[in-house]
């Protein structure tokens, strides 16, 4: 099944008359002639300790500083891992009426990190 989709994929990309934008966390899964139909390819890696305290800042501007500077060190997250936890920090704080301890946040971020790593598991699949 896959075969099959990947050879469609490539006809399909073969045949495009314009500008292909593709995204994926599994760049180093991709064959030869997948990887050769991409003439750019860009390496976003994840944030700094600075640029992760900034992110956290941004999106929870409640917190302090020295907690965004926890956060940062404590846990290497992405910036949409750490979107995701703040999604859920906020509709914790809609629900109860009161905005989750830091210990509950840092609870959040070791759940993102946990489901992450998955034991090398894709969701959906066996």
């Keep these: 099944m896959e ?11 073969e045949s495009l008359n314009g500008i292909l ?46 907690q965004a500077t926890i956060l940062a060190k404590s846990y290497s997250l992405s910036g949409g891992q750490i979107e995701n936890i703040t999604r859920k920090y906020i509709i914790e704080s809609v629900l109860i009426g009161v905005s989750p301890s ?10 993102e990190l946990s489901m992450s790593s998955n034991n090398g598991k894709r969701i959906g699949f066996v």
Excluded at 3 to 13: D, K, R, S
């Design 21 to 66: 934008i593709a995204t994926t966390n599994l760049s180093e899964n991709f064959d030869r002639a997948f990887e050769r139909r991409f003439l750019y390819k860009i390496e976003f890696r994840r944030p700094s300790l600075e640029a992760m305290k900034n992110i956290w800042l941004t999106l929870l501007p409640e917190l302090h500083k020295y």
């Design 3 to 13: 075969n099959t989709l990947q050879n469609i994929i490539l006809q399909e990309m």
């Design 102 to 111: 830091f210990e509950k946040l840092q609870a959040y971020c070791r759940e």
